[in-house]
């Protein structure tokens, strides 16, 4: 008899079959990307990864002059909900400053 027959535990052999897939799908994946603008000064830029994307100041500053001198970067890679979240963080706490910092996201 097989183990899910015997499950039934009463013998009679019409125990449900249980056995569904294993697999597990992995949440899909968010880029979250910062944009180059004229106006918005450097420091801001660098505090907004220190604060929001939890960077130390010297990879901060990297990211920030890397979306300077190319006109986009990555500031972290996060599940679609966290992603988002980010980006409506980056873009309120910009606009309470009167910047005009730009923040977006991309499926990986
Ligand atoms: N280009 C801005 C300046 O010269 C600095 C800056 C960097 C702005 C990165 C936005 O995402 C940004 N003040």
Same mark, same amino acid.
């Given at each position: 008899?097989?183990?899910?027959?015997?499950?039934?535990?009463?013998?009679?052999?019409?125990? =449900?079959?249980?056995? +569904? $897939?294993?697999?597990?799908?992995? /949440?899909?994946m968010y880029k979250?990307?910062? !944009?180059?603008?004229?106006?918005?000064?450097?420091?801001?830029? =660098?505090?907004?990864? +220190? $604060?929001?994307?939890?960077?130390? /100041?010297?990879?901060?500053?990297?990211?920030? !002059?890397?979306?300077?001198?190319?006109?986009?970067?990555?500031?972290?890679?996060y599940?679609f909900?966290?992603a988002?979240?980010?980006?409506?963080?980056?873009?309120?706490?910009?606009?309470?400053?009167?910047?005009?910092?730009?923040?977006?996201l991309?499926k990986e």
């Open positions: 008899m097989s183990d899910d027959n015997r499950r039934n535990g009463d013998g009679s052999g019409t125990g =449900v079959a249980t056995q +569904v $897939r294993q697999k597990t799908q992995k /949440p899909s979250v990307l910062l !944009l180059n603008d004229d106006y918005t000064p450097m420091e801001f830029v =660098v505090h907004v990864l +220190v $604060r929001f994307f939890h960077k130390g /100041p010297e990879e901060a500053a990297r990211i920030m !002059l890397h979306v300077h001198r190319h006109g986009v970067g990555l500031c972290g890679v599940p909900d966290v988002e979240s980010k980006v409506t963080q980056v873009i309120d706490f910009a606009r309470h400053n009167e910047h005009p910092l730009q923040a977006t991309e």
